[in-house]
């Protein structure tokens, strides 16, 4: 590995050689754990939506338990 530096004598913009292809592969990094990170939240809500769909059904369930008396086969 080498390291690129720049000239003091340089005015502006001036492509360094092989610079970019850290900049990229930072950049691939960045966008990986952002896409790790989105999958992660969609996950967990995922899992939250389907806790609390199980513990409505509890509740429906116990309130036409209480409505019609003790019911068999619940």
Same mark, same amino acid.
Not at 30 to 42: D, V
Not at 50 to 58: G, L, P
């Given at each position: 590995?080498?390291? /690129? =530096?720049? @000239?003091?004598d340089? =005015?502006?913009?001036?492509?360094?050689?092989?610079?970019? /292809?850290?900049?990229?592969?930072?950049?691939?990094?960045?966008?990986?754990?952002?896409?790790?990170?989105? @999958?992660?939240?969609?996950?967990? &809500?995922?899992?939250?939506? &389907?806790?609390?769909? /199980? /513990?409505? @059904? =509890? =509740?429906?369930?116990? &309130?036409?338990?209480?409505?019609?008396?003790?019911?068999?086969?619940?």
């Amino acid at each position: 590995m080498e390291i /690129v =530096k720049r @000239s003091d004598d340089t =005015k502006g913009l001036v492509v360094l050689p092989r610079r970019w /292809v850290v900049e990229r592969t930072f950049f691939r990094f960045g966008e990986t754990l952002a896409q790790l990170r989105y @999958s992660r939240l969609i996950q967990l &809500a995922f899992r939250r939506l &389907a806790r609390a769909q /199980v /513990v409505n @059904s =509890k =509740k429906h369930r116990c &309130a036409i338990r209480d409505e019609h008396g003790p019911q068999t086969g619940w």
